[in-house]
């Protein structure tokens, strides 16, 4: 494509070195590129058993919360609610959200003293593993977020209620996805684990040696996860249509690596990449008008137009044409990960011997037709075959909320 929109400008090695430098650097200095945040989170012990924990999820469109235990038969979920995450249609206050999570932990804590907070937005984690909120993403808006302590501000809602002081972990999604798989019966088949999330966001976490961490200045050979904020790496080559939408979102020039390859926003690059080729004649009038009308194009409907099922106005040959764009700029996505996931295995050296644990949630992998497929295809000819590296994908249904009960029961 000329307009710089095709797959194989992110050329496998040369943006997984990029990546790998950017990680670097984030150990060793405060930087916004790979940030590399340390998240004072252990996850090499067994978890306890037959200890209750209180989770939250405030996650990139769903809010939850359950009581989560870990048992022999393996592990047990209760009261599990859902519903939309407050600040997605419409803005909403910090201290309505705050409120609004103590009415949904409240019920659970005649049963344990224990919270994990899973909030998926950049955060700065404290050494007591509170997080201190530095901006919002995704398009959600919470007014007064930046700056305040979660944790210390969901204690002193519960407190003013008559509650008492709990213990809360707070984490990223990404760690909690990481934990989640951790937690496994069989985690000893593993050589290492990787936490990746791609679904309304995309992120990744792993676990490095405290020496290795050097902002730290510790000593110490203890272990502990480290969570990328990898949205943030700008390294990938960008077309005229990232640039076109960067450009009318009001967070123009940040996070742009997951503006590249998340559900958030992978429909609309297709949707402006398909208005583009319609102003240059290449879909039929009664396809171009169907596109230019589209005020919006959401992931899963781009990702199954790129499967073939597009709208009857579509021509053969439109189809064919929106076919072969969406389809690149979803293999684009999978490549940006799979450069993400290997400059990993690089930097870990893991994956030699026992294979890798990659726990991976979000709709995007879950859901999508093409991306998995897309980025297990990738991982398997770069980190398999040319870097030699061993691993396995695994997800499922509630990894996040098993994890951050993980994170609050280890820590």
């Not at 469109?61 to 009261?79: H, I, P, Q």
């Not at 490095?208 to 050097?214: Q, S």
């Not at 583009?276 to 137009?305: C, H, V």
Request: charge should be negative; hydrophobic fraction near 35%.
């Amino acid at each position: 494509m000329r307009h710089g929109m095709n797959a194989d400008r992110v050329e496998l090695e040369q943006y997984s070195k990029a990546f790998y430098g950017c990680m670097r650097r984030g150990l060793d200095e405060k930087q916004e590129l790979v940030p590399m945040i340390p998240t004072y989170l252990r996850g090499e012990a067994q978890v306890p058993q037959n200890r209750k924990a209180a989770v939250i999820d405030a996650g990139g469109t769903n809010y939850r919360t359950a009581l989560v235990s870990f048992e022999e038969s393996g592990c047990r979920l209760e009261k599990l609610e859902r519903s939309q995450m407050p600040g997605t249609t419409k803005p909403a206050e910090w201290q309505e959200f705050i409120a609004r999570t103590a009415d949904g932990i409240e019920p659970l804590l005649s049963q344990t003293d224990l919270i994990g907070f899973c909030f998926s937005y950049p955060a700065e984690v404290t050494p007591d593993i509170d997080s201190r909120v530095l901006s919002l993403t995704k398009q959600v808006k919470l007014i007064g977020a930046e700056g305040r302590l979660l944790g210390a501000d969901l204690n002193a809602e519960l407190e003013r209620r008559g509650l008492g002081k709990k213990k809360i972990v707070v984490l990223n999604d990404t760690p909690a996805t990481l934990l989640g798989g951790s937690a496994l019966p069989d985690k000893g088949k593993y050589g290492g684990f990787i936490g990746m999330v791609a679904g309304t966001g995309v992120n990744t976490c792993c676990m490095l040696p405290e020496e290795k961490i050097g902002k730290l200045c510790s000593i110490s050979s203890e272990k502990m996860l480290i969570n990328l904020e990898s949205g943030s790496f700008d390294g990938f080559p960008r077309g005229d249509f990232d640039l076109e939408l960067d450009a009318a979102l009001p967070d123009t020039g940040h996070y742009i690596g997951e503006k590249l390859c998340s559900g958030a926003y992978l429909g609309e690059v297709c949707r402006y990449t398909l208005q583009g080729a319609a102003r240059e004649g290449l879909l039929s009038e009664q396809a171009a008008k169907y596109i230019f009308n589209l005020d919006r194009l959401d992931t899963p409907t781009a990702d199954s137009w790129g499967t073939g099922k597009l709208p009857e106005c579509f021509s053969e040959a439109d189809r064919g044409t929106a076919v072969y764009i969406i389809r690149e700029l979803f293999d684009r996505a999978a490549r940006c990960m799979c450069c993400n996931l290997s400059a990993i295995l690089h930097l870990t050296g893991e994956g030699r011997e026992k294979p890798v644990c990659i726990s991976a949630d979000g709709s995007l992998f879950k859901k999508s037709a093409q991306f998995r497929p897309m980025l297990e295809k990738h991982m398997a000819n770069y980190a398999g075959e040319k870097l030699g590296r061993k691993f396995e994908f695994i997800t499922g249904e509630e990894l996040t909320l098993l994890g951050t009960a993980a994170a609050v029961l280890l820590n």
